[in-house]
């Protein structure tokens, strides 16, 4: 026997991982969930049938309805009143325009008015009172008199049937309506919006009889306001003296006139005064005053100098000739000398002309400045009296003006009213037709889409099962997992045998059953404990009910009929049950053994059906788990290793007991059952690291009760009987 108490390399043949690959992080590959989803055909096929039985029951209980659509074009609101003096062209309605035209075909008002148009309430469909059946026999009891209409009810129904929406960023409003009735949809959605439409004359009508009976009003008052104004402003302007004369009044005009003249005046007045003084300031400066504009200008004056410019011409030629004492040149001295006299008077005249105009324009200046002083001082009352005339003025004009405006508004209104009596802002564009076939449901796509429907919930259904389902089913599943050694399938017997699977392994040695037990004998036989064979073997399972006992009795049978010495061991103490798997009494065992009550050729007996030997549990331990812990455990399988070639382990489920953990320490490999397609994964990962903490000696899995029918549909690789020669095997 091996030492027990280390924990050498151990090995299941070249079947082993020391870890999971990279898809064990998943539960199913996509490749397992594709092979899941066919090996559960009979589920698609079974929810793909109810989901088309349920459609087809549906297509027959539904009734059908007829959707049709009515378009109706808003244009620009025109015909009003209020629109006929506005300075720029109507605009064409907006979104929220659009929007709440939609409202008004859905309101409440117009939908009775419908209803009412065309008496819906003695119609069924919309008038749930004139049903019979249950609902009409609840009715009555509620003491509703049957054909008397609840008309928010109807209004309700007919809504609920009723779809108004904008076509995409049109103008184009739709009236969507169904029924169950093709002639009364196409009704329903026409009259809606001729309802629609009248309303909207209707309204407009109202609006401008409202509109030109105001006008007619306003324009009466307005008349006797400017009546009134009118004849105050002529009654001001008689008592004040304010009349018009060429647009001003005469007091205004007068002042003007003062104002001119006064200008005039200062202007000739500063215009001689500077002739004055220019000539007196030349006297005064001993200048030459005949270089002054004035004497310039003087017809005399000029004469007397031209004479002067002869006669200084006529001396210039005497001088040439004779002296100055010359007669000839004394009297021409003399005529010159008169000449100069001559013209200083003609210069004094001229200067006393100016101071004379000058003295006269002065005094005009004074005058007009005197009478504008007096003027200036009238006005002062007159401006008084003036602001309220104009002030009156403006009453009159503002009150004229209005009385114009509203008279032309008045004429516009009543030639537009006219015109637009019978026009909306509105027009029908599309009526409804009424239709031929029902649109719901259309049996066509109804089918189709119950058939994808039916598949996709079958294939909903089915992943979600093989997601949700517990078990391992391939080895490749388990050792992806796991990362544990996959040690074999052992199939579930179609029919009970007499005495379980271990009988049938001595019934039929060569069935699948048997070869499938020799298949984990021979993952035993070639498992090694450092340089030698394993021969302590533990049989344990995660949960109960897995066919841990099953296995271990008939894979001792298997070994012993191999011709190995095998005993099978039954350290199960807390629920034995080798004994009856094997049809063995219930006698002494592993229990009095430990406690030393029994010696081993007391415990150990060989087995019916072959060259096994069987040592059952034994009667009831206070404590198993310590009795099988304990060094007296340790020196049992010693003892059986010295004699025995296989020792065969049945112990209590993982996680009912730590009776395996206890037994993995000290057996050379350990047999973790598995029912396929049952035991959670997750239990049987809890379960793999609890003995993998106990012990560092190889764990590996076989799948028990397969059932071979379902295993062909998750894996390529299959089991069946291999077909033995005729005759009693050897």
Same mark, same amino acid.
């Given at each position: 026997m091996?030492?027990?108490q280390?924990?050498?390399?151990?090995?299941?043949?070249?079947?082993?991982?020391?870890?999971?690959?990279?898809?064990?992080?998943?539960?199913?590959?996509p490749?397992?969930?594709?092979?899941?989803i066919w090996a559960?055909?009979?589920?698609i096929?079974?929810?793909?049938?109810?989901?088309m039985?349920?459609?087809l029951?549906w297509m027959?209980?539904?009734?059908?309805?007829?959707?049709?659509?009515?378009?109706?074009?808003?244009?620009?609101?025109t015909?009003?009143?209020?629109?006929?003096d506005?300075?720029?062209?109507?605009?064409?309605?907006?979104?929220?325009?659009?929007?709440?035209?939609?409202?008004?075909?859905?309101?409440?008002?117009?939908i009775?008015?419908?209803i009412?148009?065309?008496?819906?309430?003695?119609?069924?469909?919309f008038?749930?009172?004139l049903?019979?059946?249950?609902?009409?026999?609840?009715?009555?009891?509620?003491?509703r008199?049957?054909?008397?209409?609840?008309?928010d009810?109807?209004?309700?129904?007919?809504l609920?049937?009723?779809n108004?929406?904008?076509?995409?960023?049109?103008?184009v409003?739709?009236?969507?309506?169904?029924?169950?009735?093709?002639?009364?949809?196409?009704?329903?959605?026409?009259?809606?919006a001729?309802?629609?439409?009248a309303?909207q004359?209707?309204?407009?009508n109202n /609006?401008?009889?409202?509109?030109?009976k105001?006008?007619?009003?306003?324009?009466?008052?307005?008349?006797?306001?400017?009546?009134?104004s009118e004849?105050?402003?002529?009654?001001?302007?008689?008592?004040?003296?304010?009349?018009?004369?060429?647009?001003?009044?005469?007091?205004?005009?007068?002042l003007t006139?003062?104002?001119?003249?006064?200008s005039?005046?200062?202007a000739?007045?500063a215009?001689t005064?500077?002739?004055?003084?220019?000539?007196?300031?030349?006297?005064?400066d001993?200048n030459?005053v005949?270089s002054a504009a004035?004497?310039?200008?003087?017809?005399?004056?000029?004469?007397?100098?031209?004479?002067?410019?002869?006669?200084?011409?006529?001396?210039?030629?005497?001088?040439?000739?004779y /002296?100055?004492?010359h007669?000839?040149?004394?009297e021409a001295?003399?005529?010159?000398?008169?000449?100069?006299?001559?013209?200083?008077k003609?210069?004094?005249k001229?200067?006393?002309g100016?101071?004379?105009?000058?003295?006269?324009?002065?005094?005009?200046?004074?005058?007009?400045?005197?009478s504008?002083?007096?003027l200036?001082?009238?006005?002062?009352? /007159?401006?008084?009296?003036?602001?309220?005339?104009?002030?009156?003025e403006?009453?009159?004009?503002?009150?004229?003006?209005?009385?114009?405006?509203?008279?032309?508004?008045?004429?516009?209104?009543?030639a537009?009213?006219?015109?637009?009596?019978?026009?909306?802002?509105?027009?029908?564009?599309?009526?409804?037709?009424?239709?031929?076939e029902?649109?719901?449901?259309?049996?066509?796509?109804?089918?189709?889409?119950?058939?994808?429907a039916?598949l996709f919930?079958?294939l909903?259904? &089915?992943?979600?099962?093989?997601v949700?389902?517990?078990?391992?089913?391939?080895?490749e599943?388990?050792?992806?997992?796991?990362g544990?050694?996959?040690?074999?399938?052992?199939?579930?017997?179609? &029919?009970?045998?007499?005495?379980?699977?271990a009988?049938?392994?001595l019934?039929?040695?060569?069935?699948?059953?048997?070869?499938?037990?020799?298949?984990?004998?021979?993952?035993?036989?070639?498992?090694?404990?450092?340089?030698?064979?394993?021969r302590?073997?533990?049989?344990?399972?995660?949960?109960?009910?897995?066919?841990?006992t099953?296995?271990?009795?008939?894979?001792? @049978?298997?070994?012993?009929?191999?011709?190995?010495r095998?005993?099978?061991?039954?350290?199960?103490?807390?629920s034995?049950?080798?004994?009856?798997?094997?049809?063995?009494?219930?006698?002494?065992?592993?229990?009095?053994?430990?406690?030393?009550?029994?010696?081993f050729g007391?415990?150990? @007996?060989?087995?019916f059906?072959?060259?096994?030997?069987?040592?059952?549990?034994g009667g009831?331990?206070p404590?198993?788990?310590?009795?099988?812990a304990?060094?007296?455990?340790q020196?049992v399988?010693?003892?059986?290793?010295?004699?025995?070639?296989?020792?065969?382990?049945?112990?209590p489920?993982?996680?009912?007991a730590?009776?395996?953990?206890?037994?993995t320490?000290?057996?050379?490999?350990?047999?973790?059952?598995?029912?396929w397609?049952?035991t959670s994964r997750?239990v049987?990962?809890?379960?793999?690291?609890?003995?993998?903490?106990?012990?560092g000696?190889?764990?590996?899995?076989?799948?028990?009760?397969?059932?071979?029918?379902?295993?062909r549909r998750?894996?390529?690789?299959?089991?069946?009987?291999?077909?033995?020669?005729?005759?009693?095997?050897a």
């Amino acid at each position: 026997m091996s030492n027990i108490q280390s924990t050498p390399n151990v090995s299941f043949s070249d079947r082993r991982r020391t870890a999971p690959d990279s898809q064990g992080a998943g539960d199913i590959s996509p490749w397992e969930l594709l092979r899941g989803i066919w090996a559960r055909k009979e589920l698609i096929g079974i929810a793909f049938v109810a989901f088309m039985a349920l459609a087809l029951v549906w297509m027959a209980t539904v009734t059908p309805t007829y959707t049709v659509e009515s378009r109706i074009l808003l244009s620009t609101r025109t015909g009003e009143v209020s629109s006929f003096d506005a300075s720029t062209a109507p605009t064409q309605p907006d979104s929220e325009t659009v929007q709440s035209e939609m409202q008004v075909l859905t309101s409440r008002a117009l939908i009775a008015r419908l209803i009412a148009d065309l008496k819906l309430a003695d119609d069924p469909e919309f008038n749930p009172s004139l049903r019979r059946g249950f609902m009409g026999r609840f009715a009555a009891l509620l003491g509703r008199r049957p054909g008397v209409p609840d008309e928010d009810v109807m209004i309700d129904r007919v809504l609920g049937r009723l779809n108004v929406y904008q076509k995409g960023t049109s103008r184009v409003v739709a009236i969507e309506f169904t029924s169950s009735g093709a002639r009364m949809a196409a009704l329903l959605a026409n009259r809606l919006a001729e309802l629609y439409i009248a309303r909207q004359i209707e309204q407009k009508n109202n /609006l401008n009889r409202e509109a030109t009976k105001w006008l007619a009003q306003q324009i009466e008052d307005l008349r006797g306001k400017v009546q009134s104004s009118e004849a105050a402003v002529e009654a001001f302007r008689s008592e004040s003296g304010l009349f018009l004369t060429n647009g001003s009044t005469v007091p205004q005009q007068q002042l003007t006139d003062l104002n001119a003249q006064l200008s005039v005046a200062e202007a000739d007045r500063a215009e001689t005064e500077a002739r004055l003084g220019n000539a007196r300031s030349l006297v005064a400066d001993g200048n030459s005053v005949n270089s002054a504009a004035a004497v310039l200008q003087s017809p005399l004056i000029q004469s007397l100098r031209g004479q002067e410019v002869a006669l200084r011409a006529q001396i210039a030629q005497m001088t040439e000739t004779y /002296l100055p004492s010359h007669p000839k040149m004394i009297e021409a001295q003399a005529n010159l000398a008169d000449l100069n006299r001559q013209i200083g008077k003609e210069v004094d005249k001229i200067i006393q002309g100016l101071a004379n105009d000058a003295r006269v324009s002065a005094a005009r200046v004074a005058s007009l400045r005197a009478s504008l002083t007096r003027l200036q001082s009238r006005m002062g009352a /007159l401006n008084q009296d003036e602001v309220q005339l104009r002030a009156l003025e403006r009453d009159a004009a503002t009150n004229r003006s209005l009385l114009e405006s509203f008279l032309k508004r008045f004429e516009e209104a009543n030639a537009r009213a006219e015109a637009d009596a019978r026009t909306a802002n509105a027009n029908i564009v599309s009526r409804a037709q009424e239709l031929s076939e029902p649109t719901f449901p259309k049996k066509g796509a109804v089918l189709t889409l119950a058939i994808v429907a039916g598949l996709f919930l079958a294939l909903i259904v &089915s992943v979600f099962a093989e997601v949700f389902s517990r078990g391992f089913r391939t080895a490749e599943q388990v050792e992806r997992i796991t990362g544990t050694p996959f040690l074999g399938l052992v199939p579930e017997l179609e &029919s009970r045998v007499p005495g379980g699977p271990a009988a049938d392994v001595l019934r039929d040695s060569l069935g699948i059953y048997a070869e499938a037990i020799r298949g984990l004998q021979g993952s035993v036989m070639l498992a090694r404990v450092g340089n030698r064979r394993a021969r302590t073997v533990l049989i344990t399972s995660a949960v109960k009910d897995e066919g841990k006992t099953a296995t271990a009795a008939s894979l001792a @049978r298997v070994l012993a009929m191999g011709g190995y010495r095998t005993i099978l061991v039954d350290a199960d103490m807390r629920s034995p049950s080798v004994h009856l798997t094997l049809g063995l009494p219930e006698q002494a065992g592993l229990s009095e053994l430990l406690t030393g009550r029994a010696a081993f050729g007391h415990v150990i @007996r060989q087995d019916f059906g072959s060259y096994a030997h069987i040592m059952q549990a034994g009667g009831i331990l206070p404590n198993p788990t310590a009795a099988l812990a304990s060094s007296q455990m340790q020196w049992v399988l010693k003892a059986l290793d010295q004699t025995y070639d296989f020792i065969i382990i049945d112990s209590p489920p993982v996680m009912a007991a730590a009776d395996a953990q206890v037994l993995t320490k000290m057996t050379d490999v350990t047999v973790l059952v598995t029912r396929w397609s049952s035991t959670s994964r997750r239990v049987v990962t809890r379960v793999l690291k609890t003995l993998s903490a106990a012990s560092g000696r190889r764990v590996g899995i076989l799948l028990t009760r397969v059932n071979l029918r379902r295993y062909r549909r998750y894996t390529d690789s299959v089991i069946e009987e291999y077909p033995a020669r005729p005759g009693r095997a050897a």
